[in-house]
């Protein structure tokens, strides 16, 4: 039963473990903030969402500043 218990632990290690390494290895391309204010690149979530191109491959990042979006 422990050895059992130990090779689950191992395989949800190495699966958590290559998340991580997957994540880390593929760069942002692109930072895009939104802000209400209008101190970011978009004042609304949807503008910014509707800004990234159909054929993009790459990671854009949506920063979205603190406030109520509606």
């Known amino acids: 039963m422990k050895f059992l218990l130990y090779v689950i632990f191992l395989l ?3 699966l958590l473990l290559r998340v991580s390494i997957i994540a880390t290895a ?8 939104v802000d209400l204010e209008g101190h970011g690149d978009f004042k609304s979530v949807q503008k910014a969402i509707d800004s990234i191109p159909n054929e993009n491959q790459g990671w854009i ?6 406030g109520i979006y509606r």
């Open 61 to 66: 990042k949506i920063y979205i500043k603190a």
């Open 26 to 33: 593929v760069p942002v391309m692109k930072t895009m903030v």
């Open 12 to 14: 949800l290690t190495s």
